[in-house]
């Protein structure tokens, strides 16, 4: 049973690397559209750095929980258990 649990961890820890890297890959293709299109049409006016910067912001966050929290997730697993215990109460 430890094994499925390991397995399972790890592979929840890995899909949630892919998905921030998938993230990564779409903010770098949307935002060198938005820069090359900024510049070619509207050269005067560089407007493109602030969806740059706000999707960045999101991209920051998405980073750090995926790499910094990933292993400490232990407490979302313990908030999960308590509350399948509360609702197997109600039941019984």
């Given at each position: 049973?430890e094994?499925n ?78 509350e ?9």
């Amino acid at each position: 049973m430890e094994h499925n649990d390991a397995y399972g961890t790890a592979r929840r820890h890995v899909e949630r690397k892919i998905g921030f890297q998938v993230h990564l890959a779409v903010y770098l293709v949307v935002n060198t559209g938005l820069l090359l299109f900024n510049v070619l049409v509207v050269p005067a006016r560089i407007w493109a750095f602030w969806p740059l910067f706000g999707w960045g912001i999101g991209l920051l966050f998405h980073g750090v929980a995926v790499f910094l929290h990933a292993p400490g997730a232990a407490w979302k697993e313990r908030m999960i258990e308590n509350e399948l215990k509360k609702h197997q109460k109600k039941e019984a």
